[in-house]
Nanobody
Framework: QVQLVESGGGLVQAGGSLRLSCAASGRTFSTYAMGWFRQAPGKEREFVAGISRSGGSTYYADSVKGRFTISRDNAKNTVFLQMNSLKPEDTAVYYC?????????????????WGQGTQVTVSS
């Protein structure tokens, strides 16, 4: 089993940056692909970015491509989401999730473990 804890959310002005972290418990972190999802008020949760268990493959939603970067440090059991050029429409609760499949899959129902989420608010 994996427990995930996100951090790094907050309030930022449009055009600013934030770096989210997701710390995982357990010794098997490197066997999971990891994903970041977000849920804005009144909307369904959506895929943002994912990274394979080796870190060699990444995948992004079109809405964040070129602005967000996902990375991982398997030695520290942590996955990151660097968010630049933030827009008000990026405002949401951001969740990290772990998938036992080695490669990135954007479908949220395929992920096995979820964190509690961290709020990101971008003001205009």
């Amino acid at each position: 089993q994996v427990q995930l804890v996100e951090s790094g959310g907050g309030l930022v002005q449009a055009g600013g940056s934030l770096r989210l972290s997701c710390a995982a418990s357990g010794r098997t972190f490197s066997t999971y692909a990891m994903g970041w999802f977000r849920q804005a008020p009144g909307k369904e949760r959506e895929f943002v970015a994912g990274i394979s268990r080796s870190g060699g493959s990444t995948y992004y939603a079109d809405s964040v491509k070129g602005r967000f970067t996902i990375s991982r440090d398997n030695a520290k059991n942590t996955v990151f989401l660097q968010m630049n050029s933030l827009k008000p429409e990026d405002t949401a609760v951001y969740y990290c999730a772990a998938d036992v499949y080695p490669d990135v899959r954007p479908q949220e129902d395929l992920y096995d473990y979820w964190g509690q989420g961290t709020q990101v608010t971008v003001s205009s």
